[in-house]
């Protein structure tokens, strides 16, 4: 069974500009959890989808948005880029309905703003 | 508000030896508490999880303790090998989301 896939896995944007991520969680699996992983920071929520619909929501600015599509794939989109927001992105995929607690992580999107 | 504190920051084992890395959590409505195993480059893989109605969990050499009356929770890993170098995250579920804690950078000496 193929893992979590993400798209793209580097890239590098300049403040101000937006950017879209994407995330095809294992088949079958339909919760996708997106989290921002950054040295000082660590590992934090940003939201979660369960058949197209969003079901919790971490503490980030309105400039971080995501949805997820009808095949489960989900994008995330960060707009207005800030220095900050260069981290590795990381999306993960459950099968549980009820919890979407054992969730399986891709291997990120590196994001460096400059 | 950081809910779930895990230590130590860093630690370092001989090849064979015990590692053994703790966590606290605040919030009580964690229903399930995974350990994250992540190697640089790549994404955090799901290691051993418990649910709060067990004392403990064994899966090969590793081991979850749990105290729910404490709200700690600790991962063993016995017989440590240099292949288990790594960052290692503890975590707590709720509400369709995880809380991780920092992390903790396992050295394991040949």
């Known amino acids: 069974k193929a893992g979590v896939t993400q798209t793209p896995r580097y890239l590098i944007k300049t403040r101000g500009q937006q950017v879209t991520l994407s995330c095809s969680p294992i088949s079958g699996h339909r919760s996708v959890s997106w989290y921002q992983q950054t040295p000082g920071q660590g590992l934090q929520f940003l939201f979660e989808?369960?058949?197209?619909?969003?079901?919790n929501k971490g503490n980030f600015p309105g400039r971080f948005s995501g949805r997820q599509f009808s095949n489960s794939r989900s994008e995330m989109n960060v707009s207005t880029l800030e220095l900050g927001d260069s981290a590795l992105y990381l999306c993960?995929?459950?099968?549980?309905?009820?919890?979407?607690?054992?969730?399986?992580f891709g291997p990120g999107t590196r994001l460096t703003v400059l | 508000q950081q809910q779930v504190k895990q230590s130590p920051q860093s630690l370092i084992v001989q090849k064979g030896g015990i590692s053994i890395i703790n966590c606290a959590y605040e919030n009580t409505a964690f229903d399930y508490f995974p350990w994250y195993q992540q190697f640089p480059g790549k994404g955090p893989a799901l290691l051993i999880a418990?649910?709060?109605?067990?004392s403990e969990k064994k899966e090969g050499r590793f081991t979850i303790s749990f105290n729910k009356s404490a709200k700690q929770f600790s991962l063993h890993i016995m017989d440590s090998q240099p292949g288990d170098s790594a960052t290692y995250f503890c975590?707590?579920?709720?509400?369709?989301?995880?809380?991780f804690g920092k992390g903790t950078l396992l050295t394991v000496n040949p």
């Open positions: 989808y369960f058949s197209e619909t969003q079901r």
């Open positions: 418990i649910r709060p109605d067990v």
């Open positions: 993960a995929s459950s099968f549980s309905a009820s919890g979407g607690n054992e969730q399986f």
């Open positions: 975590g707590g579920g709720s509400n369709y989301k995880l809380t």
